[in-house]
Each structure stands twice: as C-alpha cells, then as structure tokens.
C-alpha cells in the first residue's frame, strides 16, 4: 500500500460549508473507505468538533469516530485505516499528540502505508518535519517541535499575500517565512486558503484553485498553480529540529 495524504490549507473558505470546498477531493481520497477516526486535539471541545466533522461527511456515508470517545488512543490509532487531524491551534495540538505517545506511531504507519492521513491548517502543519512554519500564538509548550514528518519540507497553511494598500506595520507573511529561511535551510511551500496538497505514493500535487508559493533560502518565491507537480519536493531529506 502506498502513502495516502490529503493535506489542506484550511477547512473552510468565505462563501462555504465546511470542508465543502474540497469534499471532491475527500472523496477521492477516502476510496471507498467508511470509517474516519478524528483528532480534535487542536480544540476544546472535543465531542462538539466531532460531530461537526460528522456532520459533514454524513452526506458521504462516512462514519466519524472521535479519538476523544476511545478509552486509549494509541491502541485506537494502531487499528485505524484513516485518520483526520484538524485545525485549531498547533501547539495545543502537538502538545496533545506528544502526551499521548502518537507521533512516533502516527509516523511509522502513514510511511509504511498502513494509515491514510488527512490534515487540515495545524493537522497539516503536523504532515511537516516540525510545526515551525505554524501561524498559531504557543498558547502552550510542547515537549519540543518535532511533528509527524509524513513529508520532507515545511508548510504555510492560510498564506495571505501582501495588500500593498494595507497601512499594516507589521511584518507580513512572506517576511515571516523568510525569517525562518534565514535560520533553517528546508523548503517552505505556502498554500493559500482553498488549496490542498495530494500524495499518492512517490506524486505529489497542488490541487485547488488558489495556487501556492515556495520559498527556498537564497532565491525568490516560485508561484504555482492548480495541477502542479511538487513530487521533487519528496526528494529531498528529512530533517527534524527537537529543540524549543
């Protein structure tokens, strides 16, 4: 079995549903399967984020189970043929992950093609080496930085491009990634709200209508659009930063 990944910038855009702007691709990406085990870590309230999942996928016929109702999420987790990690904030979400023992695991069966991963902003921060290139505030401190690492580069999830009419003076999001480029050598593919990464196997595409940058230290940022092939970006090697 091959590596199984949806990777989406955001689950919701102005105008939509949730998750209904790529419910195509969710589809697709389930293949038939219907039972999806969620991970409300980013958020609160556990229960209510999974039935908001359900909710969206009842019209699939898709079973949503939340890890939040199984009395031991690693021995859930090592049955799973599908798992959904959704957004909300990153650190809170990592930490979580970290307490109850699922990176190392989550990590050794998504490579292995034993569990299809989707993400959604911070489940999809969490497919990257680390959670360096988040957006979110450390309203908590994880045990360190170090993610899933279901891909090779780093991801910017809900990019926003500089309004050149904004009287903002803050520093905008593409100076932030090259804040980061200045420190760590690793690719930074920014998606825009509306766009989602697919992995199948050794292929990698951009899909969504909203396109892509990448950023790579020392050259400018390479626009791409619907369709792209990023499979080069599985290439290169993993590396991992567990310091804070």
Known sequence: ??????LLSNSKIHGKGYLEHAMDAIVEFLDGCHVLHFVPYAQTEYEAYTQRVRTALQPLGVEVIGLNAGSNPREVVKEAEVLFVG????????RSVQQLGLVELVRQRVLAGELSYM?????????????????????????????????????????????????????????????????????????????????????????????????????EPTPYEEEADLSFLLNLPTQFDTSL
């Open 87 to 94: 957004g909300g904030n990153t650190f809170r979400l990592l």
């Open 119 to 219: 993400g959604s902003s911070a489940g999809t921060n969490h497919a990257c080496p680390t959670i360096r290139t988040t957006n979110d505030m450390p309203i908590v401190q994880p045990v360190s930085f170090e993610a899933f690492g279901l891909v090779p580069f780093q991801i910017n999830p809900h990019y926003q491009d500089a309004d050149p009419r904004s009287t903002h003076m803050g520093e905008t999001r593409e100076e932030r990634i090259c804040q980061f480029l200045e420190e760590n050598d690793v690719p930074v593919l920014a998606m825009r709200e509306g766009a989602w990464l697919r992995r199948q196997g050794s292929k990698l595409i951009l899909q969504g209508q909203t396109g892509a940058l990448l950023f790579q230290r020392g050259t």
């Open 1 to 6: 079995m091959s590596h199984n990944l949806l």
